[in-house]
């Protein structure tokens, strides 16, 4: 290839990297994945933040945030996250002239739609405003720092831009060493070497000495080192996209010898069923949703062991189980998950009870 080509292409080449790299940085560094981090305080019911602006089509989610103590561990009904569990809020988002009104865009108490899950929403480009209201005013937290916080996930975003920006890195290289090499070939030129007759064609009348052929990948240390090569890669893309840390609810899988709901345990048993479209029953009666903590507090209060027993429904959603596994952890009682299986093995030891023939033992005259 002429020099003046190699040179324009490795120019090409370089421009395109540098354009990519630096609009790519640009582009991430100017995403929004955390709109409101606005501090508060506690002393009223009704918490409310200033506007914020949002400028991804993603899924986010709000929350009231407070400072890490060692107080959140105790169950003693000491002031804690527990008094700020249980709110409601609502999310508006403002109009882009300073006249228009402003629309409800989600809350907590609507049902589930396909933007809206457990305390997150789906919100595309422009100024919100969150409203957060508690169940009581909770003063005693206002020394952890209380904040309301909207954040959406980034991993994705930045392991992108990442990638792309390591083949920016690989593509500007390969250009820089193109105009390097069209630089020395200019440069430098490599003229034909001069001869005594240039009319002359030279010829070789002595026998040319064969080298032996190159031997075969067939043996170490080449297959070496090219497994070496390919591990090595493979090593770095897992690094990089690796799994990531799991998140979700913390389950204990043990085989315990539960409680039938037949036997009597000397105190009332209390259940609680999740069927489809978000219905909850608490020991058969059915509760509003907004309602389910207190009625769970009513029923443990007549106890002294503190149990649950949790079943849900297969068509139920998973945002429902959800919320009724965070009431009854909130209410501090311990909680028993009444899996499928459990009320198969249930099912089946009563039907073998019931084959059991009885035998009636008379006394003696």
Known sequence: MPPRTLFRLGLSLLFLALTVYFSTGHWLNSRIFEPLD?????????????????????AYYASLDLDDSADDWYQDNRCNYKAILYREWWLYKLGSHAGQRRELWVSSGEDATPHHYFNGFRAS??????????????????????????ITDSGGYRQAVGLAQLCCIFLGGAGLALVVIATARLSFPQGSAPSMFPDMVLRNFMPLTKHEPLPVIHALPHWGILCATFLWILIIIFLMFGPQTPHGLLVSVRSPEVVSSKESTGQETIGVYVAPHGRFFVNGE????????????????RGVAWTV????????????DVYAIDTIEGCGAKLIWITPKMREEWRHKEQSAQRIPRVLILPSR
Request: charged share 25%; with cysteine; net charge negative.
């Open 125 to 150: 480009s422009g100024q919100y405003q969150l409203e957060w209201d508690l169940r009581a005013a909770a003063s005693c937290l206002n020394g952890r720092h209380p904040r309301l916080h909207v």
């Open 309 to 320: 027993y949790f079943e849900g429904h297969a068509d139920t959603l998973y945002m429902d």
């Open 38 to 58: 606005y501090p508060v305080t506690l002393d009223t019911r009704h918490l409310q933040s200033p506007p914020f602006r949002i400028n991804l089509n993603e």
């Open 286 to 301: 059915e509760v509003e949703r907004g309602s389910l903590r207190t009625k769970l507090l009513e029923h443990l209060v």
